[in-house]
């Protein structure tokens, strides 16, 4: 039979790439877009998938942490096998990479600390629960619309004509179709945490790199000053470079 994926997120930058990969490999996508903005819209959500009947649930929208607990939650309690997506910003408080999979997150406030929030939650109540740490993507298509490094560089061009970036930055990223295949891979393998990353370049080499690949015309200037390595180790899942 044909394996059912629900998918929350789907306006968002991952997700549809991570359906089309889908569909590529002969899954059948049932999800529609579910907004939950607090911990009363959750039972929404929750009445979906049991409509839809899904054999993997991969929650990549952001949300109440509730939401997370609950979906991996109901996960667990059906059998139903459950992905969460969470990011390498939850190391942002920690700014001493690189990160192998047992490095211990300080994460104190903000967007790292909710995203590891629920992580945590996640694992409480899911004790078979996927968590994959992504990092920065790449849309090959260039959109500027989603969460992706080509929107960076087009709020940076917008604001000061050119692109300011740092050869002391080593940021963790890979392409979004890179990305999703290599979700798709992790389910493979034993539940758990995972990193997942295609990248050992400055931030700087990067942008240059994309400035040739795609002929574009953009003014890139070197920032020495700030130095950071964000990279996301983990020797299981390979994900292709994203200089090639």
């Excluded at 180790?233 to 090639?244: A, E, H, S």
């Amino acid at each position: 039979m044909m394996v059912r994926a629900y998918l929350t997120g789907l306006t968002g930058t991952v997700a549809p790439y991570l359906k089309s990969r889908l569909i590529h490999q002969s899954m059948e996508v049932v999800a529609k877009h579910v907004r939950v903005e607090n911990d009363q819209d959750i039972h929404h959500s929750i009445e979906d998938i049991k409509l839809n009947h899904p054999d993997i649930i991969f929650h990549l929208a952001l949300g109440p942490i509730a939401w997370a607990e609950a979906l991996a939650l109901y996960a667990y309690q059906q059998h139903i096998k459950f992905v969460y997506i969470s990011t390498a910003s939850v190391f942002d408080d920690n700014a001493a990479g690189p990160y192998p999979i047992d490095t211990v997150v300080k994460a104190k406030s903000g967007y790292p600390l909710y995203k590891f929030q629920c992580e945590e939650a996640v694992r409480n109540v899911n004790p078979k629960a996927y968590i994959l740490r992504i990092g920065w993507q790449i849309d090959p298509n260039q959109r500027t619309d989603t969460n992706n490094m080509f929107r960076f560089f087009k709020e940076q061009l917008d604001r000061q004509g050119k692109i300011i970036v740092s050869d002391r930055f080593f940021p963790s990223t890979s392409w979004l179709p890179d990305t999703a295949k290599a979700i798709l891979e992790c389910i493979q393998h034993p539940h758990g945490l995972y990193h997942l990353n295609g990248n050992r370049h400055s931030l700087f080499a990067i942008t240059v790199y994309l400035k040739d690949h795609f002929h574009q015309t953009w003014l890139i200037e070197k920032d020495s000053n700030f130095s950071r390595n964000d990279i996301l180790l983990d020797t299981r899942i390979k994900v292709p470079p994203i200089i090639r």
